[in-house]
Structure formats: C-alpha cells, structure tokens
C-alpha cells in the first residue's frame, strides 16, 4: 500500500450511467491530482488541488467532475461517459514543493 | 507546461546488460527531475528525483540517473539490470506544482 487508496480497483459503466471515483489518503499531504494514463500516452494531469481548492483544470470535459471535500479524499465524478474515455484513472497527493508525488493503485475504468 | 521526451518506446535486453533510458524536458529555469517505475499491475513508484547539488542522482535498486542542465536531460542508468527490472518507466518534471510525464519506456528483460 502507498497510503493512497483508490477504489474501485476496477469499473465497467454505461454510457448513460453515472459512477464516482473514490482517492483516500492518510499521509498528511495537502494536495491531490487526478491523472488519465491511456496505452502509450503520457499521463494527462487532469485536476489539481491544493489546500481543497481546484487550481487547475486542464480542459477536461465537463462530463468528468471532481469534488474535494476535505484534505484526505477526493472524488471524480463520471457521467454520460465515452468509449475514449476507457483509462486508468490515477490518484496521487503530495506535500510541500520539493516533494514527487504519492500514487495509489488507479482505477481501470471500462465504458462500454 | 513542460513537454517530455523519452526517446526509447520499448527496450529489450538480457539480465546482466547495462540500461539507459533517455529522457529530455522543453524548458529550463527551476525543475525537479523525477524517475518513476511502474511494474505490471503495480502503482507507480518513486525509482529517484533531482533538485539540486551533485547532478549525479542515486535512487533505489541500483538506478542512478545524470541530470545535464546544457542538454536539458535526466537520463536513467542501471549497470546490470535483472530479470525484476522489467515494468515501464516514467520520466517526469515538475514545474511550480505541475508534475509532467513523458510517455513511458517499457522495459523487457530477458532471463
């Protein structure tokens, strides 16, 4: 475990439907990302928040929503979702600038 | 943002052969340097990362990589890889908070 938790591990959804994400992490970290990791792509930062506050949305479709509650668990909420849209969704956090960030386990995401 | 090159797709080689896995960023100014690895069905892991001092930078399970400011370079070495080595390896920088990755290196060794 890397003290970021990601569930669930695993997700098939409808195009229609709608399903959330869920990042947990104990670490004390003040900040949490979400990332898209796609077959031989780079990892496409998608949020950024910092001291719950959302300071970067790299234009990422509306359909993708992302909540953080509090400083330990951040949410991406997914609705009428694509075929394209089929990843691995990762969550990481971190603390402080100088520090890399801390991963979890992703979710592998199917839209069917 | 920064943009992220990693020159080699997929590297095969044997155990006992040497690596090195290149990795070049846009832009300088003030960045930290990062190596990530990914073995398969695992989380991505911190392999090293640069901020300052001796560019020659020591991480885990024998990886050490050069950073050359000039060439705007963080290549990765490890002098006699293992058959546990194999998983994709990830170059990235990260620029006032943003963490950008290259598109990954998978690495095949062969027993």
């Known amino acids: 475990e890397t003290g970021v938790t990601q569930t669930p591990r695993h997700l098939v959804m409808g195009m229609t439907n709608k399903k959330s994400l869920k990042c947990e992490q104990h670490l004390g970290h003040n900040a949490m990302y979400w990332y898209k990791q796609s077959a031989k792509k780079p990892l496409e930062l998608m949020f950024v928040?910092?001291?719950?506050?959302?300071?970067e949305n790299n234009s990422v479709p509306s359909r993708f929503s992302p909540e953080c509650p509090n400083s330990s668990h951040l949410f991406l909420h997914l609705h009428t979702l694509q075929p394209e849209d089929s990843a691995l969704y990762l969550c990481?956090?971190?603390?402080?600038?100088?520090?890399?960030?801390?991963f979890g386990s992703g979710t592998r995401l199917t839209v069917v | 943002a920064q943009s992220v090159s990693q020159h080699n797709h997929h590297v095969i080689l044997s155990e006992a052969a040497s690596l090195e896995l290149g990795c070049n960023y846009s832009y300088g100014g003030t960045v930290n340097l990062f190596w990530y690895v990914q073995y398969p069905g695992q989380h991505l892991q911190l392999l090293l990362k640069y901020f300052s001092g001796d560019p020659l930078v020591k991480g885990i399970k024998g990886f050490e990589a050069e950073f050359i400011k000039s060439k705007f370079s963080f290549n990765l070495r490890k002098p006699s890889v293992q058959w546990s080595d194999t998983a994709e390896y990830f170059c990235a920088v990260k620029d006032d908070y943003k963490l950008s990755f290259g598109a990954g290196t998978t690495v095949t060794v062969r027993a």
């Open positions: 990481a956090s971190s603390q402080q600038d100088r520090n890399g960030y801390t």
């Open positions: 928040y910092s001291l719950e506050e959302r300071v």
